[in-house]
């Protein structure tokens, strides 16, 4: 099985910290994601990383960037959190070939 | 912009019925169709995919897709309490990457 690791559960941080969010899958997948999940909102898309160093915007990228430096890992960074970013950020990968979606243990993130 | 409908619930069956979920999508040129399972304060997590119009059949797990009335469905039968959860409906979106997710429909099962 797909294993998607997710390093931290429960983030609390302040206003204009830096916050690195870590994921690893194990499985060799091209393909990365990174969602948030808001209450009503459902899960939207921040990034996308097809390829090492390769990456696409999704539907809400403002305030976040990412990084793909070696295939198995995608970090999200919040350059500078802000309270309107609390929520669960869910990391998920998926092989080129096939077309389901792994998810990641997800990190909750409070900004205060 | 591309959607994905789902009733938001709760939907409330007793133990042994047949839970039924529903979603309609936007999009006619999407390809490949998902049930997530997402328990309270978790990930999703796959319960059934569908490529094809049809049924598809998991054990207790009935996925159903139409394609020309753009709605898929995911029946649970002989529902059980741990059944208790938000089920997330996700589309692939034509000639991208990317998935589109429902809000989710939350189930009850009654002991």
């Known amino acids: 099985d797909v294993k998607v690791t997710q390093s931290s559960r429960y983030l609390v941080k302040r206003t204009g910290e830096k916050v690195f969010l870590e994921c690893v899958q194990d499985m060799d997948h091209e393909n990365m994601f990174w969602y948030r999940q808001d209450p009503g909102l459902g899960l939207r898309l921040i990034y996308f990383?097809?390829?090492?160093?390769?990456?696409e915007k999704g539907d809400i990228p403002e305030g976040y960037s990412v990084s793909r430096e070696k295939k198995e890992r995608f970090s999200l960074i919040l350059e500078s959190a802000s309270t309107n970013q609390t929520s669960m950020y869910l990391c998920a990968s998926k092989d080129s070939g096939a077309n389901v979606l792994t998810f990641g243990a997800g990190s909750r993130l409070t900004v205060l | 912009q591309k959607e994905v409908e789902q009733n938001s619930g709760p939907l409330s069956v007793p133990e042994g019925a047949i839970a039924s979920l529903n979603c309609t999508y936007s999009?006619?040129?999407?390809?490949?169709f998902f049930w997530y399972r997402q328990y309270s304060g978790k990930s999703p997590e796959l319960i059934m995919f569908?490529?094809?119009?049809g049924d598809k059949e998991d054990g207790r797990f009935t996925a159903q897709l139409n394609k020309a009335s753009q709605y898929v469905s995911l029946l649970i039968r002989d529902s059980q309490p741990s059944d208790s959860a938000t089920y997330l409906c996700?589309?692939?979106?034509?000639?991208?990457?990317?998935?589109?997710f429902g809000t989710g429909t939350r189930l009850k099962v009654l002991a």
């Open positions: 999009d006619r040129g999407s390809q490949s």
């Open positions: 990383s097809y390829d090492v160093k390769m990456k």
């Open positions: 996700a589309v692939t979106v034509s000639g991208t990457y990317k998935y589109i």
């Open positions: 569908i490529y094809s119009n």
